[in-house]
């Protein structure tokens, strides 16, 4: 008897460790990527088409999102640049649904 609720315990622990692992991850963004979130023209740039595409916007972006993926780049030193830019697309896609 006391067997079957240690056996459901066990199978809701990895959903438990899942969800505080993605919560402390969002908590642990460097400095630049929070930064990068900021900016919720940023966030819709990553997000969609371009409404501001002038040369300015285009080159802060490219500033920033560089500072960015290095940040996430040294906490992380094995993380691929594709890997970086999903980091990134997730946080603005979290952005952009607080906006709403």
């Known amino acids: 008897m006391t067997l079957k609720p240690l056996i459901v315990a066990c199978a809701f ?3 438990a ?3 505080d692992a993605s919560s ?3 908590q642990a963004d460097p400095p630049a ?3 990068f979130y900021r900016h919720p023209e940023h966030c819709a740039y990553m997000a969609g088409l371009p ?3 002038s040369p300015e916007f285009i080159k802060r972006f490219e500033v920033d999102v560089q500072a960015a993926v290095e940040a996430l780049r040294v906490r992380n030193p094995s993380l691929q640049l594709t890997d970086a830019l999903f980091h ?3 946080g603005c896609d979290r952005t952009l649904a607080r906006m709403k």
Do not use: G, I, Q, Y
Request: no cysteine; net charge neutral; aromatic share 0%.
């Open 24 to 26: 402390a991850s969002r």
């Open 51 to 53: 409404e501001n595409d």
């Open 88 to 90: 990134l697309k997730a």
């Open 13 to 15: 622990l990895p959903l």
């Open 17 to 19: 460790t899942l969800a």
């Open 33 to 35: 990527v929070s930064a």
